[in-house]
């Protein structure tokens, strides 16, 4: 079945610079790949997703980049702000895999003053 | 508002006492979910359902019981709950497939001694 690694556990950066997590997922047949981010106590949000037809998805200072040959994808936040910090965490699903998502572990990301 | 709802947020109980979950959405979503999240060990899936009267086991169902008697709502059911059933338990609907945004409950923190 799927798996799904995510690195690093856990990222510290300085308020304004880029933090970049990434997933790499098993199953070469999975197609679709969100990321989800649970502030402390709250529950998870979906950011953004891609699909495996496209290669990189942008949504003002998020970006997803997915790299089917190597079978990974990642999550790129630029200048970052106090309210990122959050755990993230990547997921991976295949189109006839009956509704299962398989998460990553997480990463917690400081953002640093 | 849209929303997916979670009874009771927190729950302390003892070894072997039945307890049940409660879980519903008034998005008129087909899929519903269980999910426990553990430190390190990211999101897991319990059970899942795809409409009323179809559920399906996740990666960790042993202990666990769901119904789908309607569409609304998805209870998870502990029959003899043991300490390391001890986690934080998330409800999750989506609208129909698996590539469709997933809307999480606000939690349920259990600790069984």
């Known amino acids: 079945g799927e798996n799904v690694e995510q690195h690093p556990s856990t990222l510290s950066v300085q308020e304004g610079d880029s933090a970049v997590i990434k997933c790499t997922y098993s199953d070469s047949a999975s197609n679709y790949f969100p990321w989800y981010k649970q502030e402390l106590g709250k529950r998870p949000q979906l950011i953004i997703d891609i699909r495996s037809n496209v290669g990189e998805k942008k949504d003002q200072r998020i970006a997803v980049t997915l790299n089917k040959t190597a079978k990974h994808f990642s999550l790129h936040i630029t200048e970052t702000q106090p309210e990122d910090s959050a755990v993230y965490f990547c997921a991976a699903s295949r189109w006839d895999s009956n509704y299962q998502l398989i998460w990553g572990a997480g990463t917690k990301l400081i953002i640093k003053p | 508002e849209a929303q997916v709802t979670q009874n009771p947020r927190y729950l302390i109980t003892v070894t072997g006492k039945k307890l049940t979950v409660t879980c519903s959405q008034n998005m008129n979503h087909e899929y519903m979910s269980w999910y426990r999240q553990d430190p390190g060990l990211g999101l897991r899936q319990i059970y899942y359902?795809?409409?009323?009267?179809?559920?399906d086991k996740g990666d960790v169902p042993e202990g666990y019981k769901v119904s789908r008697k309607e569409k609304r709502n998805f209870p998870l059911i502990l029959e003899s709950p043991s300490p390391n059933q001890t986690s934080l338990y998330f409800c999750?609907?989506?609208?129909?497939?698996?590539?469709?945004?997933?809307?999480f409950g606000p939690g349920t923190r259990l600790t069984v001694t």
């Open positions: 359902s795809m409409n009323v009267e179809v559920t």
């Open positions: 999750a609907s989506s609208s129909g497939q698996i590539a469709y945004e997933q809307y």
